[in-house]
Structures are given as C-alpha cells and as structure tokens.
C-alpha cells in the first residue's frame, strides 16, 4: 500500500512539473510578424497632455533592444527616462514633467521587438501635444555622399533653432531623425521657424559632431521650415583640419629624410636665410618627403613645408645636417610603378627609375632597352631620357616595339650616369614588364554638356580611386583603360578660381558640386565604350 502511495505522489509530482515547465510546441511556421501597437497613453496626436509617463501596449509580449540608443525624442529632452517593461507593456517613465506647449515626436526605431522571435516593431512613432495644437511643419529629402553621390543609410538628420547658441559639435540637436537605407528622411511635427540643419555619420551614437572620422552634411545658411518646406538634399563630407606631423627624420651624406603621419601632397623646403626653394621630392608612399644636398646647399637652418589633401600645411624649421651613411633606401636603381597596378607598361607610356642619389648625365645613351639579350633600342639624352628637377629620377617613354615582347631589360650606363658626389654607381639589369596589344585594354569617350567653364573630370576605379584626369572640353576620351568597372565623376569649379574647393570647417561655404555619371562602366579588353553623355 505504501508503495503504491508513493508511486502516485511520484506520478502527480512528475505531472506538475511538466505542467510548470511547458515548452513551445515544436514544428509549425516560423512566427514571422512584428509587434503591433494596439493602444497607447498619450494617443497619437493627443492635444493637452500631463504626463511623466508614456504607455505602450501591444498585441503580444514585448522587450526593449537597446531603445534609449534606438528612440529618437524631439524636440531634445533634457529628461532621463526609464524603460518598464512588463509583458505586453512598455512603459517610459521620465523625471521631470515634459515641457508645456510643445509637440513631441517619439520615433522608436528598432528599439523595440516581441520575445518569440525577436521581430522589430516597424514604423512606430508617436506625436502629440502638451498644448493646444501639434505643430505642423515639416522638412524631407535625401542625405548622400558628397564625393561618391551613394546614399548614406540611416544618417541622423539634426535640427538646431538659428537663434540658439547650441552647438553641432557641442550639443545634441533640438529636432532630428534618421534616414533609411536609401538615404530618404522626413521630419514631421516641427515648430515652424528658421533651423540650421546637418546630416551625421554618428559613430560614437552622440548625436553631434565631435570627431573629424564622422562625415558630416551642412546648409551654409539657415532653413526656414514651413509646412510645404522643399525638399532638401544633404551631401556628407569628411572636414580634415589636422595638420600634418613630422614624425621621423632621417639624415644621410646626400639627403634629408622627413616621414610624415599621413599622406602629403605638396612638400617645399626653403633655407630661413635665402628665398629659393631647395630641391627635394615626395616619394611614392606618399608619406615621405626628401630633402637633397646640392651645391648650393650644404645645410643650416630650412622651414619644411608639407600639404595634406585638405589643403592643412604642417610647418617644421629644422637645423638639417648632412651626416652619417649614403642612403640605401635603394641600391643604384629602380622602377617606381606608374602603370596603375595594370599587368604592364604600355608602348608611349612613361617609365620613371629611381636612383640612389642624385646624378647627372654626362653621355649620349645613358638607357639600354633588350629582349632576351637583343638591343631594341639605346635611348638618346636628352631627345628621349630625362632628368627630374631633384635629380634622382630618370624619365623614358615605352618605345614602339614588336607587339610579341612582353619583357624589357633596361640596362643603365654608369659611366653616363654619374652620381653629383661621391664613388661611381653600379646598377643591376632592371625587368620591364610589357602589356599586352591593343587587346588587353579597352577604352571610353563620350560627350559634355555643360555651362561650366572650369572642372576637373575624373576617371575612378572600382574603390572610387583616381584613375585619370581631363580638363575642359566638349568631348573626352580615356585609353588603355584595364578591364574592370569605372565611374566618371566631375569637379566643379563653380567660382572659377582654378581649384575645386572643399568643405568648410566653420560650415559658412558650401563645398563645389560634385556630378557622377549615373551608371557605373563596364571596361572590357578590346572594346571600347562610346557616345557617353556627361550632362552637368
């Protein structure tokens, strides 16, 4: 009897377990639909409310993800809040009463997802009243990248009132939303009145701007939104305002070497007890600069000059000292890739050796070219070999040659090639490659449409990096292009002054316009694209 007792309490025990424990039942659809809002305190749109708190009920069991960083309040709230939730429920508790006579707009994101499958409440946004009347203006448009015109997805877009002294880089807007994936926003429920306006790559999730690696959109001159507001079009930059920074130095009997932190495109060098520009050179990682003994230059005091892409001047006065060791950052010779990354040199393309030290050329055929150890040409001085101005590079083009060779072995005189100081040179055989016949390439020209008078047309590869540049014309043409994808993108000089000039870093001129040829271009080997129309 015992036993059987036992046996029964085991059984009920058992029972209530599975029936504490119960699990989703297996098999069936995947639940694929997203909360929907059934009820809400305020409503949408309520006039007069006074309230701390804001109550979100939904037709299924809900939880936050991540919402303070996903909702967007506006105008800003200078209100800490707490998130309860409690089932179906969400509840935002604030400190302090909202401001009187204001309307609000709760835009929720992806902030909030039901507990199943973790499926986000689309489009839930929330407005109304703490006065009489929701404020009815409103502003839309699209947010893009200056330099590439592709849309810039989920940008916050920020409101600022014109006659406040808040700040973009100090403060969090007064009003803002976010794009979409396609870089489209609408703002709704603003206060009518004159705005300062941005779009923000946020990386830090700030909502202002407060480091120069986020890309920024700005109007140079207040927005005054109205309920039929046009439609604005925000185009996101990156403001370079750091100098460059001389991080190493190096010294050697025949030159100077200064390393920089970043890309330099313009170095100069200028003695402080003279005028003239000494003779240095950037290299080719663009980082370095060199600065060479000559002549006319032994050493002393010089200010060093570098330029960034963004027009910043690094300025360095040093006492340079020629000492030490030559410089072996290369022994004798050799060729700096030109050619774009492409398999070979081309016939007329120039070849650019870099030397050692600076030389001169004291005979008639300084440059052997051979294949497979037959002369195909000795190139003459100074009909068809050059010198740089610093002296360290010699310059030849690609002769025509039979259209089978792919390999050129470029032979260097050192007896017509002589160093300004010290011992002779010795230089290795140097390895040309050559590209393959007009097959191996392709071609695009087209037609320009246009008002301006002063641009600078750009042929960028796949990664958006300058490939070839033209001037101004009525047609263009760009050859010996690799096979690959292409887009052609325009500079415009709107005020004539010679240069495209960037964005502003105090936001009061807007950066010249930038056109992109809508479509990107297919390059094939042996084909060439035609009649492209560039209409700006």
Aim: with cysteine; proline share 5%; net charge neutral.
């Amino acid at each position: 009897m015992k036993l059987i007792k036992a046996f029964i309490a085991a059984a009920l025990a058992t029972g209530m377990a599975a029936c504490a424990t119960q699990s989703p039942p297996e098999g069936g659809p995947r639940d694929q639909t997203p909360p929907k809002l059934v009820n809400s305190n305020p409503k949408d749109q309520q006039l007069n409310v006074d309230t701390r708190t804001i109550t979100l009920e939904f037709d299924e069991e809900v939880q936050q993800n991540t919402l303070t960083k996903e909702l967007l309040i506006t105008p800003n709230v200078n209100n800490p809040y707490k998130v309860i939730p409690n089932r179906n429920v969400l509840t935002l508790e604030f400190e302090k009463p909202l401001e009187d006579s204001t309307t609000y707009t709760f835009n929720f994101r992806n902030g909030i997802t039901d507990i199943t499958e973790k499926n986000k409440a689309q489009d839930l946004r929330l407005s109304f009243s703490t006065g009489s009347f929701i404020d009815s203006s409103r502003v839309s448009g699209t947010v893009v990248d200056l330099m590439k015109q592709t849309p810039e997805k989920e940008a916050l877009v920020l409101l600022y009132q014109a006659g406040d002294t808040m700040s973009v880089r100090k403060n969090r807007p007064y009003y803002l939303t976010a794009a979409d994936a396609q870089g489209n926003f609408t703002m709704e429920n603003v206060k009518e009145g004159s705005y300062r306006m941005y779009a923000l790559i946020d990386k830090n999730s700030n909502s202002y701007y407060d480091s120069e690696e986020e890309r920024i959109a700005y109007l140079a001159k207040p927005i005054t939104i109205t309920p039929n507001t046009d439609t604005v079009k925000l185009q996101t930059v990156r403001i370079d305002t750091k100098k460059p920074i001389l991080l190493s130095r190096g010294r050697f009997t025949d030159r100077f070497v200064a390393g920089y932190n970043e890309g330099i495109q313009q170095f100069t060098a200028i003695p402080v007890a003279g005028k003239d520009t000494l003779m240095s050179k950037r290299l080719l990682d663009g980082k370095t600069a060199e600065l060479f003994k000559t002549a006319n230059f032994g050493g002393g005091k010089v200010i060093l000059a570098a330029v960034d892409s963004a027009g910043n001047i690094g300025s360095d006065t040093l006492d340079i000292a020629f000492e030490g060791k030559p410089s072996t950052r290369i022994k004798g010779a050799a060729i700096k890739v030109m050619n774009n990354g492409n398999a070979g040199y081309k016939v007329g393309q120039e070849v650019v050796v870099e030397l050692q030290t600076p030389v001169r050329l004291a005979g008639k055929a300084p440059v052997t070219l051979m294949a497979d150890s037959v002369v195909v040409e000795a190139l003459q001085h100074p009909e068809q070999v050059s010198l740089d101005k610093t002296n360290t590079e010699l310059r030849f083009a690609v002769p025509s040659i039979s259209s089978n060779i792919r390999q050129l072995t470029v032979l260097l005189d050192s007896t017509a090639i002589q160093p300004l100081e010290g011992p002779a040179l010795s230089f290795a055989p140097l390895q040309l490659a050559i590209a393959e016949g007009k097959g191996s390439t392709g071609s695009l020209s087209g037609n320009i449409s246009t008002d301006h008078t002063s641009y600078t047309l750009q042929l960028l590869n796949s990664e958006y990096k300058v490939v070839e540049e033209r001037g101004v014309g009525k047609t263009f043409r760009f050859r010996n292009i690799a096979p690959g994808s292409y887009y052609i993108r325009v500079l415009i000089d709107e005020n004539k002054n010679g240069k495209w000039d960037k964005a502003d870093p105090e936001f009061k001129v807007q950066p010249e316009p930038v056109y992109m040829h809508p479509a990107t271009i297919e390059v094939r080997a042996n084909w060439e694209v035609e009649d492209l129309d560039l209409k700006f």
